[in-house]
């Protein structure tokens, strides 16, 4: 992996750069103000993977305070699970139920690039998303009682999760995944198989139980960074994916996948934050995620791999990590990890199975770059021969004219342009979504209908 710095590399914060042209793209925005870089979690440098060179230590520190007269025996500490809770009384076992519960956090792997500055609408001739590849989920659509710890986590899921590797005479690199399917798809980032993608790379799926089986690329997203693999073997564990929407900051979350190619790593940590906008990929291939952040070692390799709840169940896949601006050579985990919320993975996966590529939504508006007010603008003017509102597209459609300054998409406010794309890119084509607009003194909501375009 190559040194991350701000100054001169496609991955650091927001730039303002150019873009490759695309219908549904536009301008780059006025920088962004300045955060951490993000950097891959997965290995994608030619040759193999870098050795581990290190060794942690772990101290406990006991307190001695006060007089032996003053000291006065402490109360009985209830017995704690691996979680560090405390153990519920039996009654208090039986009050619990399902409750909020706590999710396992996923390792994410995006790169920081450029948000765009506005994005259009193209009307396509494609049916609604499929239905016909049904993926594991939570039995009844409820999540099942938590376990006993992260043991009792880790001895469930590992079977499930893979490392993958792609080699190839351009290079290679190692990355992570897990069983999606019983009959053979894996489910990864497209950052991890991208080079294979070009031809000449063969791809090969490591299973816990030591085994190596070649797999063929299914299909992949750059815009949501997701891929689906397939090996020839019937009868494998799936991982349930469970409703992301669940998910609360503070659930505990375990993430597992294959750091600098350490087979099998179990790191935990919390749910950090919510719906936190990353832009991946680089200026030719981005993705935007409405990320789940949080605090599990997530480090190169960790890409692809999931990112779990205290049942065992996926909550997000594991995408990116960020760095400090600055760094001479790319560090490992700081605390601050991405993910791919498990809603958005099911729908692109469905997807990718099925037709070999995704679709994402679109309104249909261009927005202004220049603009640095509260909200983000419509443009006023037409921008590489498009027009700032797409005619007949959904955005026409519900009103919005050229000028007008979103402030909210359903009662959460935007200050940024990637906060609304990825917004946006959290649901499917054909939703509906509130957006509050500003126009002048008046204000207003409308009703938007997201159109779709393909991706690949």
């Known amino acids: ?6 100054e001169n590399n496609p991955f650091a914060p927001p730039s303002g750069y150019p873009r490759r042209d695309d219908p549904a793209r536009g301008p780059s925005p006025a920088p962004a103000p300045s955060s951490p870089p993000a950097v891959p979690a997965g290995q994608s440098s030619p040759g193999p993977a870098p050795s581990p060179g290190w060794a942690s230590t772990t101290w406990e520190q006991t307190s001695t305070r006060g007089t032996p007269e003053e000291r006065v025996p402490a ?68 999540r099942g009682p938590e376990l006993t710890g992260v043991a009792d986590i880790a001895s469930q899921v590992l079977p499930s999760v893979v490392s993958i590797e792609v080699r190839g005479s351009a290079g290679g690199g190692t990355g992570s995944g897990f069983v999606l399917r019983e009959d053979g798809y894996i489910l990864t980032n497209n950052h991890v198989v991208s080079v294979a993608a070009e031809g000449g790379a063969q791809i090969a799926v490591l299973f816990s139980d030591g085994s190596e089986h070649a797999a063929e ?12 693999l397939k090996v020839d073997l019937e009868g494998l564990t799936p991982l349930a994916l469970a409703d992301s929407d669940a998910v609360v900051v503070g659930d505990p979350v375990v993430a597992i996948g294959a750091p600098l190619g350490l087979q099998g790593t179990v790191t935990t940590g919390i749910v950090s934050a919510l719906n936190r906008p990353v832009a991946a990929g680089d200026a030719e ?67 990718l199975i099925e037709t070999g590529t995704a ?8 927005l ?8 983000v603008q419509v443009s006023t003017e037409a921008q590489q021969g498009q027009q700032p509102v797409t005619p007949d597209g959904p955005a026409d459609r519900a009103g919005i004219q050229p000028g007008d300054v979103i402030v909210e998409i359903d ?46």
């Open 217 to 228: 690329l299914v299909g992949r997203t750059s815009e949501y960074d997701l891929a689906v």
């Open 411 to 456: 009662g959460r406010p935007v200050t940024e342009a990637d906060e609304l794309i990825v917004a946006i890119r959290a649901k499917a084509p054909g939703d509906a979504v509130v957006l509050t607009l500003r126009a002048g003194d008046e204000e207003r909501e409308v009703r938007v209908v997201l159109s779709e375009l393909s991706g690949g």
């Open 359 to 366: 679709t994402y939504p679109v309104i249909g508006v261009l």
């Open 1 to 6: 992996m190559e040194p991350v710095s701000t």
């Open 368 to 375: 202004d770059s220049r603009y640095d007010g509260e909200g």
């Open 75 to 142: 109360a009985p500490m209830p017995p704690l699970d691996s979680w560090g809770r405390p153990q519920p009384g039996p009654r208090e076992q039986s009050r619990r139920g399902l409750g909020a519960g706590a999710v396992v956090l996923v390792v994410v792997l995006a790169l920081v690039a450029g948000a765009l500055g506005s994005w259009g609408f193209q009307q396509l001739d494609v049916d609604a998303a499929p239905r016909d590849v049904p993926l594991p989920v939570s039995a009844n659509g409820e």
């Open 285 to 351: 291939e981005t993705a935007f995620i409405n990320a789940i952040q949080t605090d599990a070692a997530i480090n190169p390799g960790n890409s692809g791999g999931p990112l779990v709840d205290a049942t065992g169940e996926v909550i997000g896949i594991n995408s990116a990590i960020a760095q400090p601006p600055g760094l001479s050579a790319t560090g490992g985990s700081i605390g601050l990890g991405f993910a791919i919320p498990s809603n958005q993975a099911r729908r692109t996966a469905e997807e």
